[in-house]
């Protein structure tokens, strides 16, 4: 249920199936891909928990978190997650990730994703304000954000803790008013 796929050039973003499990594990436990995330690597139960969670959320509209699949057309082959987690639909704000299998990265891809997900939140969803935030040593993720012409807001400093060691975290940030897509 809800207003998707969301179609791009090169890319739909769907919701999540039960049988995208192993598509979906593939990179959650992958250590490289995981590294700046506050989540994983995952277990298998890990990736099979979130996925079940993400199930039952999707049967509503509107609802607080809108995890997505981003599926590569030619192959029709999952190929990593974004979505609005969470979405205040009220406070018309939302933050959004995205995370790529490691053999997709450097395409564009999740450039490609995260434009057209800012579209569908602001046109679709008249949203007001889009965040998203990041590990500071996480280059390849604020390029995206810098690409998609969001605005470094903050520099969160030891806010996050990973693999023991503390983590510095940026926001970045744009307005509906700023948006050009
Ligand atoms: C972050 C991530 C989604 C980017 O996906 P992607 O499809 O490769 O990104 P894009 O190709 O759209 O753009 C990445 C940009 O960063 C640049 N970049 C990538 N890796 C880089 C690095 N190590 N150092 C400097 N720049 C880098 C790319 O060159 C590109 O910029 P350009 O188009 O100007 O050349 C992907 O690397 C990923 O899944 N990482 C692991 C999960 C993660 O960290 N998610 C974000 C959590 S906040």
């Not at 959320?57 to 029709?76: C, D, N, S």
């Not at 903050?154 to 510095?168: I, L, N, S, V």
Request: aromatic share 12%; proline share 3%; glycine share 8%.
């Amino acid at each position: 249920m809800g207003p998707f796929p969301v179609e791009t050039e090169r890319l739909l973003l769907r919701e999540f199936r039960a049988e995208d499990e192993a598509a979906i594990h593939a990179y959650a436990a992958d250590e490289e891909a995981t590294r700046f995330t506050n989540w994983g690597p995952n277990t298998k139960e890990q990736t099979r928990a979130i996925l079940e969670s993400w199930l039952v959320v999707q049967r509503g509209w509107p609802r607080e978190v809108v995890p997505l699949a981003i599926e590569l057309k030619t192959e029709r082959r999952l190929i990593g997650g974004t979505g609005f987690t969470p979405l205040d639909l009220k406070a018309r704000t939302a933050v959004f990730g995205y995370v790529l299998h490691r053999s997709y990265w450097g395409s564009g891809y999740a450039t490609e994703a995260s434009r057209a997900l800012l579209s569908f939140g602001f046109r679709e969803l008249g949203l007001h304000r889009i965040t998203a935030a990041c590990d500071t040593l996480n280059t390849a993720s604020y390029h995206v954000m810098e690409k998609l012409g969001m605005r470094r807001e903050a520099h969160h400093r030891k806010d996050a803790r990973k693999h023991g060691r503390w983590r510095d975290t940026y926001i970045y940030a744009v307005l509906g008013e700023e948006w050009r897509g």
